[in-house]
């Protein structure tokens, strides 16, 4: 039986929705806000506004950022010759944590998934090879999901850039095959970019 009243029960529904959060854990985030001072509760409701109100996508590399380019494509101490590829965003902070990349990056907003109904002009690969055409990059480093999905995006996006005379790299598999580059360690990460492959047919 649900003793919560509605209003706690929305929220609690809200939480609930989040990626890894069950029932239990929803109830006790509500239950923290609900113990929280008005002033501090509504902290947390301005941030949230505002993440959906300022943030932006950024219109080069489709990263999230506050202004549009964002703060790596308009970096100029950065390599514009090399260009990352990740599926989401949380990938590329989880290769920025390294420290050990300077180049740009290209998010393509997820990876192709026949089975899920996601083909490729679905996700950001055509901005990418028009980056790679007009830009002159030299060198395009695959860096999605070391998982069937993310293979599948890698080889298609390789095979579309054969063409164009750039190098193509995969990072190594130093990452478990199947895992996912955002729960990944950063010493295991900085290895994967480092010691990337050139892929080949």
Do not use: W
């Not at 390789?158 to 164009?164: A, D, E, V």
């Not at 995969?170 to 990337?196: C, K, M």
């Amino acid at each position: 039986m649900n003793t919560y009243p509605q209003t706690v029960n929305k929220l609690i529904s809200e939480f609930g929705k989040m990626p890894g959060i069950g029932q239990k854990t929803a109830e006790r985030l509500a239950c923290y806000v609900l113990k929280q001072p008005v002033d501090d509760a509504m902290k947390l409701a301005y941030a949230i506004r505002d993440v959906k109100k300022y943030m932006k996508i950024c219109t080069v590399c489709f990263n999230v950022s506050e202004n549009s380019p964002c703060h790596i494509c308009s970096n100029i101490r950065r390599d514009s010759s090399i260009i990352c590829v990740v599926e989401q965003f949380a990938d590329l902070l989880t290769i920025e944590k390294t420290g050990k990349y300077n180049g740009h990056y290209h998010i393509l907003q997820g990876h192709i998934s026949p089975l899920e109904g996601i083909d490729p002009d679905l996700l950001t690969i055509g901005r990418l090879l028009q980056r790679v055409k007009d830009d002159g990059v030299k060198e395009v480093i695959l860096a999605t999901n070391l998982n069937m999905e993310g293979d599948i995006t890698a080889v298609y996006i390789y095979k579309q850039l054969q063409s164009f005379g750039v190098k193509v790299t995969r990072i190594a598999r130093g990452l478990p095959t199947g895992s996912y580059l955002e729960y990944a360690n950063t010493a295991i990460v900085a290895d994967a970019v480092s010691d990337r492959n050139e892929m080949r047919n």
